[in-house]
């Protein structure tokens, strides 16, 4: 009796990239994220910011608070 031996799956590279430079670059950009995180919160808490001053001087200037101001 003779062993039949399954046939040989040969798959073919998708990708250029080594997985040690994949895993490298996932590395360096986890790296980066914080300082990106960071800048966009700094980034939104000014426009916050901004967005609150110009409420401020809109409520400053309604007729029925300057009249309680009075």
């Keep these: 009796m003779a062993a039949q031996s399954a046939p040989?799956?040969?798959?073919?590279?998708t990708t250029k990239m080594s997985l040690n430079e994949r895993f490298?670059?996932?590395?360096?950009n986890k790296q980066l994220m914080p300082v990106n995180i960071r800048a966009s919160m700094q980034q939104q808490q000014q426009l916050a910011s901004a967005r609150n001053r110009r409420l401020a001087q809109?409520?400053?200037?309604?007729p029925s608070v300057q009249?309680?101001?009075v």
Excluded: D, P
């Design 8 to 13: 040989k799956v040969v798959l073919k590279s």
């Design 24 to 28: 490298t670059n996932m590395l360096k």
């Design 58 to 62: 809109q409520m400053e200037n309604r």
């Design 67 to 69: 009249a309680v101001g």
